[in-house]
């Protein structure tokens, strides 16, 4: 089992739509959770970050997370063309070897 | 400002070659990584230093070899690389790896190609 699961995708939305990517974990000791929205040849963004249960908003991304039944989410309002990338679900662990862990990614195409 | 800049953006390389990479913020992060990335796979990671010390090697082939000379410099110097070692090579910082300080930022990383 990996520790941080991704549906690789792609995922369709039609423009203006929401967009959902999800990710689940398996390290209990993760702690802090991330999202990257990594364009094809170029290097991961920072998208949002989140450690607490619940949800975080910053402008059109939502970011969701529960520890009990180890979930991360992102959601992507208004979805545009230009959100078209793949996007990356990383875990932190706080304890032991701190690394990121990152999702083998989920590929988001939206459609104009 | 949150900028991690690498340099060079590419390089090629032959395998008897030896070359080095090199990353650079000034942001006053105090743990910095190398991660390999393949196309289509998610970023793999090399090495971290922490505090200018190497706290984590995830069993690299000694052809990889990092250096960190100060806190915003962390180098990576490659000798005898194979094909299979072609790739887009990372860098990335954080504050430090305590909770709460551990958020990465990229930089555009080099896009190597051995031959």
């Known amino acids: 089992q990996k520790e941080v699961e991704q549906n690789s995708g792609p995922l369709s939305v039609p423009e203006g739509a929401i967009a959902s990517l999800n990710c689940t974990y398996s390290?209990?000791?993760?702690?802090?959770f991330f999202w990257y929205r990594q364009y094809s040849g170029k290097s991961p963004e920072l998208i949002m970050s989140?450690?607490?249960?619940g949800d975080k908003e910053d402008g059109r991304f939502t970011a969701q997370l529960n520890k009990a039944s180890q979930y991360v989410s992102l959601l992507i309002r208004d979805s545009q063309p230009s959100d078209s990338a793949t996007y990356l679900c990383?875990?932190?662990?706080?304890?032991?070897?701190?690394?990121?862990?990152f999702g083998s990614g989920t590929r988001l195409q939206v459609q104009p | 400002d949150t900028e991690v800049t690498q340099t060079p953006k590419h390089l090629v390389m032959g395998m008897t070659n030896k070359k080095s990479l090199k990353c650079e913020q000034h942001m006053g992060h105090r743990a910095m990584y190398w991660y390999k990335q393949k196309a289509k796979k998610p970023p793999e990671l090399m090495f971290v230093?922490?505090?200018?010390?190497?706290?984590i090697n995830e069993s690299v082939p000694s052809r990889f070899s990092p250096e960190c000379p100060n806190s915003s410099l962390l180098n990576l110097h490659l000798h005898a690389l194979q094909p299979e070692d072609s790739a887009l090579y990372l860098c990335?910082?954080?504050?430090?790896?305590?909770?709460?300080?551990?958020?990465?930022?990229f930089g555009p990383g080099t896009r190597l190609l051995v031959l």
């Open positions: 990335a910082s954080s504050r430090s790896g305590t909770r709460g300080q551990e958020t990465q930022y």
């Open positions: 390290d209990r000791g993760s702690q802090s």
């Open positions: 989140i450690y607490s249960n």
């Open positions: 990383a875990a932190f662990r706080d304890t032991g070897r701190r690394a990121l862990t």
């Open positions: 230093y922490s505090y200018e010390k190497l706290s």
